[in-house]
């Protein structure tokens, strides 16, 4: 994800979430690398681009809520059919 992305995503899922401001954006930010990394290490060799594909950003921003609530290994078991669309959609 380009660095110009990040600070809008941030703030959109801040915003929807009502994530408090006493939390950094340096670690909503690491949940977003997180998230990123995992959904696109699903989609081999390819970039999903977060800013175009929204159903794909929707997903990142769920991964980013269960991060943020300590549930990341429920993640993939809850959103298996999105991750499977997501997947079908890159091959």
């Known amino acids: ?8 995503l941030v703030a959109e899922f801040r915003a929807e979430n009502n994530i408090a401001t006493s939390i950094p954006d340096s670690v909503l930010i690491q949940y977003l690398k997180e998230g ?16 175009t594909d929204l159903t794909s950003r929707a997903l990142l921003k769920d991964y980013m809520r269960y991060a943020h609530f300590g549930a990341r290994a429920e993640f993939k078991s809850v959103y298996a059919g999105e991750i499977y669309a997501t997947q079908i959609k890159y091959l």
């Open 36 to 51: 990123e990394a995992m959904l696109n290490g699903l989609v081999e060799h390819l970039e999903i681009d977060f800013s």
């Open 1 to 8: 994800m380009e660095q110009n992305s990040i600070a809008p």
